[in-house]
């Protein structure tokens, strides 16, 4: 069976600090692995990797993939309290269609 | 304009009603999907539409009947629902979809709040 599997499942840390969110996959036909930020309601994309060990930044946040151990991580730095949020994996793959398979999602907390 | 939006917000409905969800986006997409999303738990794919036509249904059952009119628009029908089927309902749209060869980045809506009496 396809899972994804996020750690850790929660998260508090204090402004400033460094954070690392886990993301690792069994998944058929693997594609991409996206990471999404779920604030209240909508998910809101974050990045697309596609190939093994090619970092993606974007300001304070960064994610990189090993297609070869099957793991994702998405590091954010100098955290602040607008960080907070979950912030969920997927991988698009799954057999004969194309469809995203979600992990549980690692909620984090940024006290200030 | 980047935006998927969803009405209503919030929706409380009773077992024998029928009610339902809209979604619509004007980013010239032409997939669109609906999630379902329950509390502390990641979204599970509903259905898909690519170019106005059903492509995936995740076993959902025939309480729930998707419908698109036109690649803008996305709704699901409710009816005669029950109280587990209460959770956050989100549409998401993507450029394309395709069965085998690309991946798409999905943009959410909000989500319609469910309430099943």
């Known amino acids: 069976e396809d899972k994804v599997v996020q750690s850790p499942l929660s998260l508090v840390v204090h402004e400033g600090d460094t954070v690392t969110l886990n993301c690792s996959y069994e998944?058929?036909?693997?594609?991409?692995l996206l990471w999404y930020k779920q604030e209240k309601k909508a998910p809101t994309f974050l990045f697309m990797l596609?190939?093994?060990?090619i970092e993606k930044k974007s300001g304070r946040l960064s994610s990189i993939l090993d297609k070869k151990e099957l793991f994702s991580i998405l590091n954010i730095t100098a955290t602040q309290t607008g960080d907070s949020a979950i912030y969920l994996c997927a991988v698009a793959g799954g057999g004969a269609t194309n469809k995203l398979i979600f992990g549980t999602g690692t909620l984090l907390a940024v006290q200030p | 304009d980047t935006e998927v939006t969803q009405t209503p917000k919030h929706l409380v409905m009773g077992m024998t009603n029928k009610k339902s969800l809209k979604c619509e986006q004007h980013?010239?997409?032409?997939?669109m999907y609906w999630y379902k999303q329950k509390a502390k738990k990641p979204p599970e794919l509903m259905f898909v539409y690519s170019y106005e036509k059903l492509s995936i249904n995740e076993s959902v059952p025939s309480r729930f009947s998707p419908e698109c009119p036109n690649s803008s628009l996305l709704n699901l029908h409710l009816h005669a629902l029950q109280p587990e089927d209460s959770a956050l309902y989100l549409c998401a749209s993507s450029q394309d979809w395709d069965r085998g060869r690309r991946v798409e980045k999905l943009f959410f809506g909000s989500g319609t709040q469910l309430s099943v009496l």
């Open positions: 980013m010239g997409h032409r997939a």
């Open positions: 596609t190939s093994s060990g």
């Open positions: 998944v058929t036909n693997f594609r991409s």
